[in-house]
């Protein structure tokens, strides 16, 4: 299942078309945002500031009015949140060095921590910037419109692909396939009849996606021009400063001051 | 039958277990699809998705038809006997070797039914199985079906076609956002005016024929061509016009 599970990660990140603050901002200027927040995110391998930087981003999410989605999504990479734990558990163990187990723990906390702060902060920028806007502001920034138009069109179809890899399962089950049958090459056998349909018709969907582009005359005019256009406002700005100021603050922070370990704070 | 998004699919997938209910159970043969897995209630229960490119995948089109017959554990005699069988029931014995994704659509929708068809499941469940087929084979494939329910087989099928069910005469059941609007014969459901055009279906042809003839004796529930082709031919040898 975990190949479904995979899709239905990528289509929690799907764009929901509400209104909010945070979905007017520029797309350029959320993406500096993110960049801030992965910054600080990779700068600090503590439990507290990650903890910070995850819970300051909680109020954006409510503002933004995607906490649903966004619940859904930190729920969704749980599986690899466990993951994670688990391979920093078992290496840190075996070639880490740290003095006690509770370190050892508490690192692996932090680095899955980690994790979730760089999905919280990407589903933030996916779940309020529409595709659209966001391939824009990528022909904007001087991209060919072929990327760009590959790229939105992409992201379009993750839920088509996930809803279409359902129904496959669906009817290769009701021709008897059990899917969790069996030891491990035949598990990864038993996908095949799932992955050769779900292949075969994206191929076939593309080369009719191109000639329904193609018959109503795309890229026949050299020069494209857009029906709108991106224009950075005084609060995407503001913006921008703000995840300056906030990877500026967290320079300042690792350099001149010393963050406790919560093994160290308990022993107090 | 019913409209385009009244459930039909939805409802039909809870029959061999892959939506479950939610609230109350559903008993196939008097087992509860809760509780047993898909692959199960598949050998009894055949479905046939809308969709043929849903699950085609093999090299040939022999080897699509016997996939089935070997999750369920059947010798190589009986598969080699059932897929010379089906195939040659849906007219595909020329495409045995051929690989299911060159050919047409009509023909790709063909496979797909011999894929179930092939393990002869007790009940069988055909979504939409007339679209993109010709009017030779939809003949056949009415045939065909009429023939698996003499022999004592449920089949349930889910179309749009009114004139295809028409000829088979069977049970109908009307959807509508979700619920059941009507359940009775096809003679008394497909000439109600008022039902047929709630679930967005059209009276059969021979049926809005007779309705105009009610007024020179003839009556008004006929739904089938044969039915109605013996009514005139009664009539005119009776030589009586009014
Ligand atoms: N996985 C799902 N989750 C939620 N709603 C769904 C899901 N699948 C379908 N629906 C909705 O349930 C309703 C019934 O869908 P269904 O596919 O059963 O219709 P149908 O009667 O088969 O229609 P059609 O004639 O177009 O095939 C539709 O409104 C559809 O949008
Ligand atoms: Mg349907």
């Given at each position: 299942m975990s190949m479904l599970d995979g899709l239905r990660l990528l289509d929690g990140l799907r764009f929901r078309n509400i209104s909010s603050p945070i979905h007017k901002i520029d797309p350029r200027a959320k993406f500096v945002y993110v960049c801030a927040l992965f910054f600080v995110a990779i700068l600090f391998n503590q439990i507290?500031?990650?903890?910070?930087?995850?819970?300051?981003?909680?109020?954006l999410v409510i503002i933004a009015r995607v906490k649903k989605e966004w619940l859904r999504l930190i729920r969704g990479s749980i599986f690899f949140a466990a993951l994670i734990f688990a391979m920093n558990v078992i290496s840190l163990y075996f070639y880490g060095g740290?003095?006690?187990?509770?370190?050892?723990?508490?690192?692996?906390?932090?680095?899955?921590?980690r994790f979730i702060v760089l999905v919280e902060s990407f589903s933030i920028f996916f779940l309020t910037t529409s595709p659209d806007i966001f391939g824009l502001s990528l022909e904007q920034m001087g991209i060919?419109?072929?990327?760009?138009?590959?790229?939105?069109?992409?992201?379009?179809?993750?839920?088509?692909?996930?809803?279409?890899?359902?129904?496959?399962?669906?009817?290769?089950?009701?021709?008897?396939?059990?899917?969790?049958?069996?030891?491990?090459?035949?598990?990864?056998?038993?996908?095949?009849?799932?992955?050769?349909?779900?292949?075969?018709?994206?191929?076939r969907r593309s080369l009719e996606l191109a000639e329904a582009m193609e018959s109503r005359a795309w890229g026949a005019s050299k020069k494209r021009t857009n029906l709108y256009a991106l224009k950075m406002g005084g609060k995407d700005y503001c913006f921008i400063i703000i995840s300056i100021i906030i990877i500026?603050?967290?320079?300042?922070?690792?350099?001149?001051?010393?963050?406790?370990?919560?093994?160290?704070?308990?022993?107090? | 039958m019913g409209q385009n998004g009244a459930g039909k699919t939805t409802l039909?997938?809870?029959?061999?277990?892959?939506?479950?209910?939610s609230k109350g159970r559903v008993l196939i043969d008097g087992i509860d699809t809760r509780h047993v897995s898909v692959a199960t209630l598949a050998r009894k229960v055949g479905f046939v998705f809308q969709n043929p490119d849903h699950q085609l995948f093999s090299e040939t089109v022999?080897?699509?038809?016997?996939?089935?017959?070997?999750?369920?554990?059947?010798?190589?005699?009986t598969i080699s006997e059932r897929v010379e069988k089906v195939l040659n029931i849906l007219d595909l014995t020329h495409y045995r070797k051929s690989s299911p994704f060159m050919l047409s659509g009509g023909e790709r929708k063909r496979v797909a039914l011999a894929s179930v068809l092939s393990w002869d499941p007790k009940i069988l469940i055909l979504d939409?199985?007339?679209?993109?087929?010709?009017?030779?084979?939809?003949?056949?494939?009415?045939q065909f079906i009429m023939q698996l329910n003499q022999q004592g087989k449920t089949v349930i099928i889910v179309t749009?076609?009114?004139?295809?069910?028409?000829?088979?005469?069977?049970?109908?059941?009307?959807?509508?956002?979700?619920?059941?609007?009507?359940?009775?014969?096809?003679?008394?459901?497909?000439?109600?005016?008022?039902?047929?055009?709630?679930?967005?279906l059209v009276l059969p042809e021979i049926t809005q024929v007779f309705m105009r003839l009610n007024d020179y004796g003839f009556p008004r529930n006929v739904i089938g061509v044969y039915e109605a082709k013996r009514l005139i031919l009664e009539r005119l040898s009776g030589g009586f016009m009014r």
């Open positions: 507290i500031p990650l903890l910070i930087l995850f819970l300051s981003q909680v109020p740290y003095p006690s187990l509770a370190s050892i723990i508490e690192h692996s906390l932090a680095m899955t921590l060919p419109y072929e990327f760009c138009f590959a790229f939105t069109t992409a992201i379009r179809f993750v839920p088509v692909l996930a809803e279409e890899t359902q129904t496959i399962m669906d009817a290769q089950r009701a021709r008897g396939l059990e899917l969790e049958s069996g030891g491990f090459i035949k598990r990864i056998r038993n996908y095949i009849p799932i992955l050769i349909p779900l292949i075969v018709n994206a191929i500026l603050i967290s320079i300042y922070v690792w350099l001149f001051i010393k963050i406790p370990s919560i093994t160290q704070i308990m022993q107090l | 039909v997938k809870h029959f061999n277990g892959l939506l479950k209910p022999e080897d699509e038809v016997s996939f089935a017959l070997k999750n369920f554990g059947f010798d190589e005699k939409e199985p007339t679209i993109g087929q010709d009017s030779y084979q939809k003949e056949r494939l009415r749009h076609d009114v004139e295809f069910v028409t000829e088979c005469e069977p049970r109908i059941i009307l959807m509508k956002n979700g619920r059941i609007i009507a359940d009775g014969d096809a003679r008394e459901i497909l000439t109600d005016p008022n039902l047929v055009s709630e679930a967005s």
